[in-house]
T-cell receptor
Framework: EAQVTQNPRYLITVTGKKLTVTCSQNMNHEYMSWYRQDPGLGLRQIYYSMNVEVTDKGDVPEGYKVSRKEKRNFPLILESPSPNQTSLYFC??????????????FGEGSRLTVL | SQKIEQNSEALNIQEGKTATLTCNYT??????LQWYRQDPGRGPVFLLL?????KEKRKERLKVTFDTTLKQSLFHITASQPADSATYLCALTTGTASKLTFGTGTRLQVTL
């Protein structure tokens, strides 16, 4: 089954404790992206990757890091989480490599709470 | 600055009626417009894509229109069912997935 898998789905952590949210897709997609979703603000892009070893900032990259060492994986790293990073996070992918607008396939989301 | 507006108030309609959701944008010249469905606590699911040179797109009970003069897209669900209850997001881009910008969504509630 074609899917985007995120882990963990739910996480409660404390300020400053480094964490990684993993994202993996099994569709051989070139393009992957991370979003956060907050009430009243909608989906905002954090980082995106056009292909392996190619990443770029989205609209709200502060406090986040990403890497793309393999085509299927695109982890989101919070080096020192703060309460304002409490949010619902989504990973997404598409086959187009970003040069066209094919549909985005989203993961199920990771709800992160930073105390 | 670029702005995408969807009605933040929930839309309540009766089963069997046609639901119409609106997506307005300003300071933007999108080449593509997409609609997604999102259920509570779940990831958005793609529904339809319409290009700037297309006036209308249909898929089963769904219809999307795209008026670049009015800077507006309308999303219609005909013969609506309670299972159609969800939040619907519009998303626009000038041409690449990396520049896809989402609206905040409109929640649709279909009652019996």
């Amino acid at each position: 089954e074609a899917q985007v898998t995120q882990n963990p789905r739910y996480l409660i952590t404390v300020t400053g404790k480094k964490l990684t949210v993993t994202c993996s897709q099994n569709m051989n997609h070139e393009y992957m992206s991370w979003y956060r979703q907050d009430p009243g603000l909608g989906l905002r892009q954090i980082y995106y990757s056009m292909n392996v070893e190619v990443t770029d900032k989205g609209d709200v990259p502060e406090g986040y890091k990403v890497s793309r060492k393999e085509k299927r994986n695109f982890p989101l790293i919070l080096e020192s989480p703060s309460p304002n990073q409490t949010s619902l996070y989504f990973c997404a992918s598409t086959a187009s490599g970003g040069w066209d607008t094919g549909e985005l396939f989203f993961g199920e989301g990771s709800r992160l709470t930073v105390l | 600055s670029q702005k995408i507006e969807q009605n933040s108030e929930a839309l309540n309609i009766q089963e069997g009626k046609t639901a119409t959701l609106t997506c307005n944008y300003t300071n933007y010249s999108p080449a593509y417009l997409q609609w997604y469905r999102q259920d509570p606590g779940r990831g958005p699911v793609f529904l339809l894509l319409i290009r700037e040179n297309e006036k209308e797109k249909r898929k089963e009970r769904l219809k999307v229109t795209f008026d670049t003069t009015l800077k507006q897209s309308l999303f219609h669900i005909t013969a609506s069912q309670p299972a159609d209850s969800a939040t619907y997001l519009c998303a626009l881009t000038t041409g690449t997935a990396s520049k896809l910008t989402f609206g905040t969504g409109t929640r649709l509630q279909v009652t019996l």
